[in-house]
C-alpha cells in the first residue's frame, strides 16, 4: 500500500539531509500516517481508512461523508479504496 492519505491526498515529500559539514544526501519526508476505523452512518456500514493527522482533523470538521464526498472530487479517494469492515 503506498503512503497517501486517502482524505487529503498527502504523499511523502523528498528532501536533503544535511550533516554538520553541510554534505547533502536524499532523504523522504513521510505522512504521519495511520488505519482508522468509522462508522459511515449514510451506509450504516464499518470502514478502514488510510488517513493522515490533517486528514483526521477534516474529518472532524467536516463530517466523514462531507470529507469523503470532497477526498472523492479530487480523485484521492475511489470505491474500490473504501475496506468494508464484516462483524
Request: charged share 25%.
Amino acid at each position: 500500500m503506498s503512503k497517501i492519505c486517502q482524505i487529503t491526498g498527502k504523499k511523502a515529500m523528498v528532501g536533503n539531509n544535511v550533516s554538520h559539514s553541510k554534505r547533502r544526501t536524499k532523504r523522504a519526508f513521510n505522512v504521519n500516517l495511520f488505519e482508522k476505523k468509522f462508522f459511515w452512518v449514510e451506509q450504516q456500514a464499518w470502514i478502514r481508512l488510510t488517513i493522515s493527522a490533517a486528514g483526521l482533523r477534516t474529518i472532524n470538521k467536516l463530517g466523514l461523508n462531507a470529507a469523503m464526498m470532497q477526498a472523492a472530487e479530487k480523485g484521492y479517494l475511489t470505491g474500490k479504496d473504501i475496506k468494508f469492515l464484516e462483524f
